[in-house]
């Protein structure tokens, strides 16, 4: 039975409050990162051993590549749920999210069907 779930998707509010919670803990994670490069900038001074400073920079080059991947997951992510809730309203009964979200790669065009039967092209 899981496995049928698996292949027709999920519905589409679920899907939409997974893809808002994975986008906003990809925001928190590079407002961390943010925080711990300025903390290791911080730290570095020139008083400090050679080696010290090097341990520092790479955090510091770690937490900022991470801290930019997170921005732009949750921008992509963000941008994926925004386009599809915007053409997610069913027009002949204006139900919102009445339809299963297949597991399609990100931008898929795909055929929605509300409750009420009606059809319509999702791209």
């Known amino acids: 039975m899981e496995r049928a779930t698996e292949e027709a998707g999920i519905g589409f509010r679920r899907w939409y409050e997974r893809q808002l919670i994975e986008s906003h803990a990809w925001f928190v ?13 911080e730290q ?13 920079g790479l955090l510091v080059f770690a937490a900022g590549a991470l801290a930019f991947y997170g921005a732009r997951r949750y921008r992509a992510i ?16 204006n139900g919102y999210g009445h339809f299963r979200v297949p597991r399609l790669s990100a931008g898929a065009p795909f055929e929605a069907r509300c409750r009420c039967g009606n059809r319509w092209r999702i791209e």
């Open 29 to 41: 994670t590079c407002v961390l990162c943010l925080i711990a490069a300025f903390a290791c900038l």
């Open 44 to 56: 570095m001074t020139a008083s400090a051993p050679p080696a010290y400073l090097l341990v520092l």
């Open 78 to 93: 963000m941008t994926e749920a925004e386009r599809l809730a915007d053409r997610s309203v069913c027009e002949a009964c």
